[in-house]
Nanobody
Framework: QVRLVESGGGLVQAGGSLRLSCAASGSISSINVMGWHRQAPGKQRELVAQTSTVGTTNYADSVKGRFTISRDNPKNTVYLQMNSLKPEDTAVYYC?????????WGQGTQVTVSS
């Protein structure tokens, strides 16, 4: 079983920055994809960014140029650096790890951007 623990959410003013972290533990594979999704009230959960163990990354168009995903493979940790935050970035952010045909999710961390 894979366990994901997120940290780093909070309240920030528009234009500010936050850094999210997600650490994986348990029975984990060295080949995986880790990413961040978000869900705003009344909206569907959407992919924000993801990265694979071979370095492939993908971003949602709405965050390109503002957010950067990175990972520390020995620490089984993925980060999301969020700059130039906008009120529309307000959501619960969830970490996801995909490996061996299964998806694992963190508990979510709230990010609130005030205008």
């Amino acid at each position: 079983q894979v366990r994901l623990v997120e940290s780093g959410g909070g309240l920030v003013q528009a234009g500010g920055s936050l850094r999210l972290s997600c650490a994986a533990s348990g029975s984990i594979s060295s080949i995986n994809v880790m990413g961040w999704h978000r869900q705003a009230p009344g909206k569907q959960r959407e992919l924000v960014a993801q990265t694979s163990t071979v370095g492939t990354t993908n971003y949602a168009d709405s965050v390109k140029g503002r957010f950067t995903i990175s990972r520390d493979n020995p620490k089984n940790t993925v980060y999301l650096q969020m700059n130039s935050l906008k009120p529309e970035d307000t959501a619960v952010y969830y970490c996801r790890r995909s490996e061996l045909g299964r998806d694992y999710w963190g508990q979510g961390t709230q990010v609130t951007v005030s205008s």
